[in-house]
Protein backbone atom coordinates (compact mmCIF):
# COMPACT_ATOMS: atom_id res chain seq x y z
CA UNK A 1 0.00 0.00 0.00
CA UNK A 2 1.52 3.10 -0.87
CA UNK A 3 2.42 5.79 1.65
CA UNK A 4 0.10 8.14 3.17
CA UNK A 5 0.75 11.58 1.30
CA UNK A 6 1.70 9.35 -2.17
CA UNK A 7 -0.17 10.94 -5.52
CA UNK A 8 -1.71 7.59 -6.04
CA UNK A 9 -4.00 5.32 -5.72
CA UNK A 10 -3.92 1.77 -3.73
CA UNK A 11 -5.78 -1.56 -4.03
CA UNK A 12 -6.09 -3.21 -0.80
CA UNK A 13 -9.00 -5.04 1.35
CA UNK A 14 -9.01 -2.40 4.00
CA UNK A 15 -8.57 1.64 4.36
CA UNK A 16 -7.56 3.97 6.60
CA UNK A 17 -10.35 4.68 9.07
CA UNK A 18 -11.07 7.71 10.54
CA UNK A 19 -13.26 7.36 14.05
CA UNK A 20 -15.30 9.42 15.77
CA UNK A 21 -16.19 8.94 19.23
CA UNK A 22 -18.29 11.14 21.22
CA UNK A 23 -22.01 11.48 22.33
CA UNK A 24 -25.29 12.20 20.92
CA UNK A 25 -23.41 15.33 19.14
CA UNK A 26 -21.48 12.77 17.12
CA UNK A 27 -23.98 10.42 16.57
CA UNK A 28 -26.06 12.97 14.80
CA UNK A 29 -23.24 13.91 12.50
CA UNK A 30 -24.83 11.92 10.18
CA UNK A 31 -28.22 13.90 10.24
CA UNK A 32 -29.22 15.05 6.75
CA UNK A 33 -28.76 17.87 5.38
CA UNK A 34 -25.85 19.20 6.15
CA UNK A 35 -23.92 16.38 9.44
CA UNK A 36 -20.74 17.11 9.73
CA UNK A 37 -19.99 13.35 10.05
CA UNK A 38 -21.23 13.45 6.48
CA UNK A 39 -19.15 16.01 5.41
CA UNK A 40 -16.51 14.50 6.70
CA UNK A 41 -17.34 11.02 5.31
CA UNK A 42 -17.68 12.58 1.68
CA UNK A 43 -14.26 14.79 1.46
CA UNK A 44 -12.62 11.27 2.65
CA UNK A 45 -14.74 9.71 -0.01
CA UNK A 46 -12.39 6.77 -1.41
CA UNK A 47 -9.34 7.66 0.74
CA UNK A 48 -10.66 6.98 4.54
CA UNK A 49 -13.62 4.71 5.66
CA UNK A 50 -15.57 6.74 8.88
CA UNK A 51 -16.51 5.26 12.09
CA UNK A 52 -19.57 6.99 13.96
CA UNK A 53 -19.09 5.77 17.64
CA UNK A 54 -21.37 8.38 18.65
CA UNK A 55 -23.85 7.21 22.24
CA UNK A 56 -26.38 9.09 22.75
CA UNK A 57 -26.31 10.42 26.34
CA UNK A 58 -22.98 8.81 27.12
CA UNK A 59 -20.50 10.79 29.72
CA UNK A 60 -17.00 10.41 30.30
CA UNK A 61 -17.50 7.88 32.73
CA UNK A 62 -19.17 5.39 30.81
CA UNK A 63 -17.09 6.46 27.84
CA UNK A 64 -14.06 5.14 29.40
CA UNK A 65 -15.33 1.62 29.89
CA UNK A 66 -16.66 1.23 26.28
CA UNK A 67 -13.17 2.38 24.54
CA UNK A 68 -12.03 -1.42 24.49
CA UNK A 69 -14.93 -1.61 22.04
CA UNK A 70 -14.12 0.90 19.79
CA UNK A 71 -10.25 0.60 19.47
CA UNK A 72 -9.38 -2.57 20.75
CA UNK A 73 -7.14 -2.93 23.29
CA UNK A 74 -3.38 -2.40 23.38
CA UNK A 75 -2.42 -5.83 22.72
CA UNK A 76 -5.15 -5.91 19.71
CA UNK A 77 -5.74 -2.79 18.28
CA UNK A 78 -7.75 -1.44 15.65
CA UNK A 79 -6.48 -4.04 11.95
CA UNK A 80 -6.40 -1.11 9.85
CA UNK A 81 -4.43 2.54 9.86
CA UNK A 82 -6.60 4.89 11.68
CA UNK A 83 -5.80 8.40 10.36
CA UNK A 84 -7.34 10.21 13.42
CA UNK A 85 -9.94 9.49 15.60
CA UNK A 86 -12.05 12.61 17.81
CA UNK A 87 -13.17 12.40 21.67
CA UNK A 88 -16.24 15.00 21.45
CA UNK A 89 -17.73 14.60 25.14
CA UNK A 90 -18.74 16.93 27.69
CA UNK A 91 -22.55 18.02 26.90
CA UNK A 92 -23.65 15.02 28.99
CA UNK A 93 -20.96 15.63 32.03
CA UNK A 94 -22.69 18.82 31.89
CA UNK A 95 -25.42 17.74 33.07
CA UNK A 96 -26.99 19.64 36.13
CA UNK A 97 -27.05 17.97 39.40
CA UNK A 98 -29.99 19.97 40.21
CA UNK A 99 -31.75 19.63 36.90
CA UNK A 100 -34.27 17.07 36.14
CA UNK A 101 -33.88 13.39 37.33
CA UNK A 102 -32.01 12.34 33.73
CA UNK A 103 -29.61 15.35 34.26
CA UNK A 104 -28.62 14.36 37.83
CA UNK A 105 -27.94 10.61 36.36
CA UNK A 106 -25.85 11.86 33.20
CA UNK A 107 -23.85 14.43 35.55
CA UNK A 108 -20.33 13.98 35.83
CA UNK A 109 -18.20 16.47 38.01
CA UNK A 110 -15.37 18.85 36.30
CA UNK A 111 -12.68 17.10 38.28
CA UNK A 112 -13.61 13.63 37.28
CA UNK A 113 -14.53 14.73 33.24
CA UNK A 114 -10.58 16.22 33.30
CA UNK A 115 -9.41 13.03 34.29
CA UNK A 116 -11.57 10.96 32.14
CA UNK A 117 -10.27 12.71 29.06
CA UNK A 118 -6.63 12.30 30.51
CA UNK A 119 -7.49 8.43 30.46
CA UNK A 120 -9.04 8.56 27.35
CA UNK A 121 -6.31 10.24 25.26
CA UNK A 122 -3.80 7.10 27.00
CA UNK A 123 -5.84 4.88 25.93
CA UNK A 124 -6.33 5.55 22.50
CA UNK A 125 -2.72 6.24 22.18
CA UNK A 126 -1.89 2.98 23.34
CA UNK A 127 -3.61 1.28 20.37
CA UNK A 128 -1.32 3.27 18.37
CA UNK A 129 -3.68 6.24 17.34
CA UNK A 130 -1.37 8.96 17.33
CA UNK A 131 -3.53 12.27 15.46
CA UNK A 132 -5.97 12.70 18.43
CA UNK A 133 -8.49 15.64 18.33
CA UNK A 134 -10.31 17.25 21.40
CA UNK A 135 -13.71 18.74 21.20
CA UNK A 136 -15.07 20.66 23.60
CA UNK A 137 -19.02 20.67 24.60
CA UNK A 138 -20.91 23.53 22.66
CA UNK A 139 -22.40 26.40 24.56
CA UNK A 140 -25.65 25.91 25.90
CA UNK A 141 -28.50 28.27 24.07
CA UNK A 142 -30.87 28.47 27.77
CA UNK A 143 -33.69 30.22 25.57
CA UNK A 144 -33.76 27.07 23.44
CA UNK A 145 -32.97 24.69 26.14
CA UNK A 146 -36.33 25.40 27.86
CA UNK A 147 -38.59 25.57 24.84
CA UNK A 148 -37.39 22.02 24.60
CA UNK A 149 -37.78 20.85 27.60
CA UNK A 150 -41.37 22.69 27.49
CA UNK A 151 -42.08 20.83 24.72
CA UNK A 152 -40.85 17.63 25.47
CA UNK A 153 -42.42 17.22 29.16
CA UNK A 154 -45.34 19.40 29.00
CA UNK A 155 -46.29 22.77 30.13
CA UNK A 156 -45.51 21.76 34.14
CA UNK A 157 -41.79 21.79 32.61
CA UNK A 158 -42.00 25.48 32.78
CA UNK A 159 -41.17 26.50 35.74
CA UNK A 160 -38.01 23.56 36.52
CA UNK A 161 -34.76 24.17 36.73
CA UNK A 162 -32.90 23.40 33.07
CA UNK A 163 -30.81 19.91 32.46
CA UNK A 164 -28.03 22.22 31.42
CA UNK A 165 -27.34 26.33 31.57
CA UNK A 166 -24.50 28.41 29.75
CA UNK A 167 -22.70 28.87 33.28
CA UNK A 168 -22.58 25.35 34.49
CA UNK A 169 -21.14 24.11 30.88
CA UNK A 170 -18.28 26.72 30.53
CA UNK A 171 -15.94 25.25 33.08
CA UNK A 172 -15.99 21.71 31.47
CA UNK A 173 -15.36 23.60 28.35
CA UNK A 174 -12.67 25.19 30.10
CA UNK A 175 -11.33 21.86 30.86
CA UNK A 176 -11.25 19.98 27.68
CA UNK A 177 -9.16 22.71 26.01
CA UNK A 178 -6.65 22.74 29.43
CA UNK A 179 -6.35 19.06 29.08
CA UNK A 180 -5.66 19.43 25.11
CA UNK A 181 -2.74 21.93 25.93
CA UNK A 182 -1.21 19.92 29.08
CA UNK A 183 -1.07 16.57 26.61
CA UNK A 184 -0.20 18.17 23.34
CA UNK A 185 -3.11 17.36 20.95
CA UNK A 186 -5.44 19.69 19.12
CA UNK A 187 -8.31 21.02 21.11
CA UNK A 188 -11.47 22.78 18.70
CA UNK A 189 -12.74 24.35 20.94
CA UNK A 190 -16.21 25.09 20.30
CA UNK A 191 -17.57 26.75 23.27
CA UNK A 192 -15.77 29.66 22.33
CA UNK A 193 -15.65 29.71 18.17
CA UNK A 194 -19.74 29.10 18.23
CA UNK A 195 -20.28 32.15 20.95
CA UNK A 196 -18.44 34.41 17.86
CA UNK A 197 -20.59 33.63 15.65
CA UNK A 198 -24.21 36.16 14.94
CA UNK A 199 -27.45 34.77 16.48
CA UNK A 200 -25.51 31.88 17.74
CA UNK A 201 -28.10 30.18 19.64
CA UNK A 202 -31.10 30.38 17.83
CA UNK A 203 -29.34 30.02 14.38
CA UNK A 204 -26.71 27.06 15.09
CA UNK A 205 -28.18 24.81 17.84
CA UNK A 206 -31.93 23.89 16.97
CA UNK A 207 -32.64 22.40 20.67
CA UNK A 208 -30.19 25.05 22.81
CA UNK A 209 -27.49 22.05 22.58
CA UNK A 210 -27.25 20.16 19.34
CA UNK A 211 -26.95 21.55 15.90
CA UNK A 212 -28.94 22.80 13.39
CA UNK A 213 -28.17 22.52 9.70
CA UNK A 214 -26.35 25.68 9.91
CA UNK A 215 -24.61 24.76 13.22
CA UNK A 216 -23.53 21.06 11.52
CA UNK A 217 -21.60 22.59 8.58
CA UNK A 218 -20.06 25.26 10.77
CA UNK A 219 -18.78 22.74 12.86
CA UNK A 220 -17.35 20.70 9.74
CA UNK A 221 -15.35 24.00 8.66
CA UNK A 222 -14.00 24.80 12.07
CA UNK A 223 -12.66 20.99 12.35
CA UNK A 224 -11.38 20.86 8.34
CA UNK A 225 -9.24 24.21 9.18
CA UNK A 226 -7.70 22.31 11.99
CA UNK A 227 -6.98 19.02 9.98
CA UNK A 228 -5.02 21.54 7.45
CA UNK A 229 -3.05 23.28 10.03
CA UNK A 230 -2.21 20.49 12.78
CA UNK A 231 -1.79 17.54 9.93
CA UNK A 232 -1.16 18.55 6.49
CA UNK A 233 0.47 15.07 5.59
CA UNK A 234 -3.61 14.05 5.69
CA UNK A 235 -5.23 17.17 4.71
CA UNK A 236 -3.76 19.18 1.52
CA UNK A 237 -1.57 21.90 2.64
CA UNK A 238 -2.40 24.91 0.18
CA UNK A 239 -3.17 27.96 2.47
CA UNK A 240 0.23 29.24 1.52
CA UNK A 241 -0.86 29.16 -2.64
CA UNK A 242 -4.56 30.78 -1.46
CA UNK A 243 -6.12 27.85 -3.07
CA UNK A 244 -9.09 26.75 -1.83
CA UNK A 245 -9.65 24.94 1.97
CA UNK A 246 -7.39 21.79 2.25
CA UNK A 247 -8.67 18.46 1.52
CA UNK A 248 -7.79 15.24 1.72
CA UNK A 249 -6.77 15.36 -1.71
CA UNK A 250 -3.50 14.40 -0.67
CA UNK A 251 -4.64 11.10 0.63
CA UNK A 252 -4.29 7.71 -2.47
CA UNK A 253 -7.30 7.11 -3.45
CA UNK A 254 -8.71 3.26 -3.10
CA UNK A 255 -8.84 1.81 -6.11
CA UNK A 256 -7.60 2.87 -9.49
CA UNK A 257 -10.14 5.82 -11.69
CA UNK A 258 -12.05 3.73 -13.93
CA UNK A 259 -10.52 4.97 -16.74
CA UNK A 260 -7.11 3.49 -15.58
CA UNK A 261 -9.05 0.52 -15.23
CA UNK A 262 -7.45 -1.85 -18.27
CA UNK A 263 -10.86 -3.05 -19.70
CA UNK A 264 -9.91 -6.19 -21.58
CA UNK A 265 -8.23 -7.23 -18.13
CA UNK A 266 -9.42 -5.39 -14.98
CA UNK A 267 -8.25 -8.25 -12.71
CA UNK A 268 -4.84 -7.24 -13.50
CA UNK A 269 -5.12 -3.88 -12.81
CA UNK A 270 -6.33 -4.42 -9.21
CA UNK A 271 -3.48 -7.10 -8.84
CA UNK A 272 -1.06 -4.85 -10.14
CA UNK A 273 -1.65 -1.94 -8.05
CA UNK A 274 -1.91 -4.19 -5.12
CA UNK A 275 1.22 -5.15 -5.67
CA UNK A 276 3.07 -2.01 -6.24
CA UNK A 277 1.21 0.06 -4.14
CA UNK A 278 0.24 2.86 -6.65
CA UNK A 279 -0.32 3.33 -10.11
Excluded at 135 to 148: D, Q
Excluded at 208 to 226: I, M
Excluded at 232 to 237: C, D, F, N, V
Amino acid sequence: MAAVGAASYVVSPSRPRIILFGDSLTERGFEVPGGWANSLAYNYSRRADIVNRGLSGYNTRWAVKAMPYVYGTKSAPPGSEVLFTTLFFGANDAARLEGPAHSARQHVSVDEYGKNLREMVAYVRSCRVQRVVLLTPPPVWEPGRKAHQISRMGEEARDWPLDRTAEHTAPYAREAAAVAADLGVPCLDLHSLLQQEDQWGERLLVDGLHFTPAGQERLWALLRELLAKEWPEISREALHLHLPPPGPEVLPMHFPPWEAVDQENPGATFAASAGDGGA
